[in-house]
């Protein structure tokens, strides 16, 4: 499409913007990915092993991500899990970059859920299938205010989740398998990253079950806090 195109769109396209504390602007959604078995004591926990030699990825639609306090409790499951995660924002774009190169390229980090149908995600990786359903659906990621820490490499600080006011995950950040600026290597070595583009980075152990009704509180130290209920 040229610029003196006189096409449009043929309705509004959806951009999801995000608050970041201290800021009158939002935060544009851009792609969203999660890395699995970041922690040890999960990958533990889920009868699997971390992989040393390279992180795996899976991604969930820039829909997921909400800061909705009042979760409507999705469908379909029987077996909806919690992952407290430490989640990255990138302001700019980096293709092919070492280690070294990462933290120019981050906006900011926020404390976020990935949120997972235990039970879909089960099925699929009995089957040999694809996880989408189970971790990509409606509100499936929601997250804090976005702290803004432009250029600032995250290596540290208490991570941790409630659910109705008893303490289910407690880790560090100090304990990632992958650490942030080599996860945004790694994945720019097989995507071009754009400004906009979220990372989860992996949850440790203590994942459980939630219900109809549950409160959910999450935190990282100096980062930010997230609360949210789940809702009929
Ligand atoms: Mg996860």
């Known amino acids: 499409m040229t610029e003196d ?21 939002l935060f544009p959604i851009g792609k969203v990915y999660c890395v699995g078995r970041n922690y040890a004591d999960h990958a533990e926990e889920m009868g699997a092993k ?23 409790f999705p469908t379909q499951t029987d077996n909806l899990h919690h992952e407290v995660e430490l989640v990255v924002f990138l302001k700019s774009e980096c293709s092919d970059i070492s280690p070294s190169e990462a933290s120019k390229h ?3 980090y926020a404390v976020g859920v990935d949120l997972t149908k235990r039970d879909l995600q089960t099925a699929a990786k009995k089957s040999g299938k694809p996880w989408d359903l189970s971790k990509g659906f409606d509100n499936s990621a929601p997250i ?33 398998v992958w650490k942030v600026d080599e996860l945004i290597s790694w994945l720019s070595k097989f995507i071009t990253l754009k400004a906009g583009d979220v990372i989860f980075t992996g949850t440790p152990s203590g994942v459980g079950r939630l ?14 806090t997230l609360s949210f209920e789940l809702i009929q």
């Not at 219900?211 to 100096?222: F, M, Y």
């Open 5 to 25: 195109s006189k096409a449009h769109f043929a309705f509004k396209p959806m951009i999801r913007g995000m608050v970041i504390s201290e800021s009158t602007e």
């Open 50 to 72: 971390v992989d040393v030699d390279q992180p795996f990825f899976f991604s969930k639609p820039p829909q997921a991500v909400t800061q909705l306090n009042s979760i409507p």
């Open 106 to 108: 981050i906006f900011g």
């Open 144 to 176: 804090s205010n976005i702290q803004k820490k432009g250029g600032f490499l995250l290596s540290e600080g208490n991570i941790s989740l409630k659910v109705n006011g008893q303490k289910k995950q407690s880790s560090n950040l100090s304990n990632m």
């Open 211 to 224: 219900s109809l009704n549950d409160k959910i509180e999450a935190e990282i130290e100096n980062i930010s």
